[in-house]
């Protein structure tokens, strides 16, 4: 079965360093992968998304993830963390049936 | 484009009433639209897969019974939450799949129900 894993809870980082959050997964084929964003109380805004092709996949407010198979490895990156950033944050891979499987989740902390 | 609503954004009710949350793609056709539920500090977890004109496909785990879906016309699916307990308490989200790229499902805003 699909399984996607976070194995990050928190991350903290300050305001206009570097940012990289980890997603793995667990799938028999080629991918769909997904990052979405969450803010608290609020529905997922996609970031980003790779379905085929190019393994770095540039996504919207900056950020970009890289699709390594043999790692089996969709890290989210950014290069300067601006405190708006502060959110959760989503793996997700796309399952049979056009399903999606998330990951726990990583809560990104901005300090200033 | 590509919008999702959902409504109400909130609601409060009593042990043992019933609620119904609404799902609307406002600017495209979905054929399927999914309805999670996540609870407090945890990710998502699918609830059932909604199709137009169809029944709905429930994970195991949910009860169908409980979770009445039904996804009337293409813009619109709804999900009631039969005799509600407290334990059914928790935030939903809905999300509508469009029609051209491969999985990608577009997230309303969820709604977040309490049960007294």
């Known amino acids: 079965a699909q399984s996607v894993t976070q194995p990050d809870i928190h991350i903290t980082v300050s305001e206009g360093a570097s940012l990289e959050l980890r997603c793995n997964y667990s799938?028999?084929?080629?991918?769909?992968l997904f990052w979405y964003v969450q803010s608290p109380g609020q529905g997922l805004q996609l970031l980003l998304k790779y379905f085929s092709g190019d393994t770095l996949v540039q996504g919207i407010k900056g950020f970009e993830a890289e699709f390594k198979r043999s790692q089996s490895s969709f890290n989210l990156r950014k290069p300067s963390v601006h405190w708006s950033d502060a959110a959760e944050y989503f793996c997700a891979v796309g399952a049979g049936g056009n399903k999606l499987v998330f990951g726990a989740g990583t809560i990104l902390r901005v300090k200033s | 484009g590509a919008v999702v609503s959902q409504h109400p954004s909130r609601v409060i009710c009593k042990s043992g009433t019933s609620v119904k949350i609404e799902c609307r793609s406002l600017d495209f056709q979905a054929t399927t639209m999914f309805w999670y539920r996540q609870f407090p500090k945890q990710s998502l977890m699918l609830m059932a897969t909604?199709?137009?004109?169809?029944?709905?496909?429930?994970e195991q785990g949910v009860e169908k019974d409980k979770f009445l879906i039904n996804h009337a016309s293409l813009t619109l699916s709804t999900l009631t939450v039969t005799s509600a307990h407290p334990e059914d308490s928790s935030f939903y989200i809905c999300?509508?799949?469009?029609?051209?790229?491969?999985?990608?499902?577009?997230f309303g805003p969820g709604t977040r129900l309490t049960v007294l």
């Open positions: 999300s509508a799949q469009g029609t051209s790229d491969y999985n990608e499902q577009f």
């Open positions: 909604s199709n137009e004109g169809s029944k709905a496909t429930y």
């Open positions: 799938y028999g084929a080629t991918p769909y």
